[in-house]
Structures are given as structure tokens and as C-alpha cells.
């Protein structure tokens, strides 16, 4: 199992930028993979990115190519998730998760076990 903690959310102007960050206080196995989703109301949980803690592969969903940048400080056990020119469609909850499976690529909520609590993300026009 695999404790994790987000940061960092808030609210932002249409055009500006946060950094999300997930910690992970306890852990009892390495996790693979660790992802970022989110939901917004009424609709169904999203994966945003991902990143393979051993070789630092990351996956986008094409919704935030080019514009949001996972990454990883091994040191600190935290991933990071930097969202840049956001806009309105990005306002969701925001979830960190964590997996022991090779599937970081296929962004899928139900291959991560462990999920953190989640932060606001609120984008106003």
C-alpha cells in the first residue's frame, strides 16, 4: 500500500499555471507507475499523465499534450504534475495514483491501487 498526498491546487485565470505535487508519506511496496487524473463533476475520471518511476518514461492524455509536464524527484518520493495555460475545461479534482503494474500508458484508473485524497483545480475564464 502506498500513502499519497497532493498539493498545490487552487485557483487560477484562464492562460495561467500551477504545480501540483504528490508525496508519498508511506509506502510498502515501490510503486511502477505514478499517475495523474482527474474529475469534474458529472463526468468520469480522467487520466491527465503518467511516469515510470525506474526510467522516467511519461504518457499524456492528447487534452494536455504540450501544455502540462509530469516529472519525478526520486529523492523526495514526490511527483509532479506542471500545468501551464490552462483553461477553463481543465477545472477538476486532481488525483495521484499509484500502481505496480507496466500499463502507464493506457492512463486507465483501474490499474492503480493506491490513491491520494485529491486537490482543486478551479480555472476561471
Known amino acids: 500500500q502506498v500513502q499519497l498526498v497532493e498539493s498545490g491546487g487552487g485557483s487560477v485565470q484562464a492562460g495561467g499555471s500551477l504545480r501540483l505535487a504528490c508525496a508519498a508519506a508511506?509506502?510498502?511496496?515501490?510503486?511502477?507507475?505514478i499517475g495523474w487524473f482527474r474529475q469534474s463533476p458529472g463526468r468520469e475520471r480522467e487520466g491527465v499523465a503518467s511516469?515510470?518511476?525506474?526510467?522516467?518514461?511519461?504518457y499524456y492524455a492528447d487534452s494536455v499534450k504540450g501544455r502540462f509536464t509530469i516529472s519525478q524527484d526520486n529523492a523526495k518520493n514526490t511527483v509532479y504534475l506542471q500545468m501551464n495555460s490552462l483553461n477553463p475545461g481543465d477545472t477538476a479534482m486532481y488525483y495521484c495514483?499509484?500502481?505496480?503494474?507496466?500499463?502507464?500508458?493506457?492512463?486507465?484508473?483501474?490499474?492503480?491501487?493506491?490513491w491520494g485524497q485529491g486537490t482543486q483545480v478551479t480555472v476561471s475564464s
Open positions: 495514483a499509484a500502481s505496480r503494474f507496466r500499463y502507464c500508458d493506457r492512463l486507465y484508473s483501474r490499474d492503480f491501487g493506491d
Open positions: 508511506t509506502y510498502t511496496y515501490n510503486p511502477i507507475c
Open positions: 511516469i515510470y518511476t525506474d526510467s522516467d518514461t511519461r
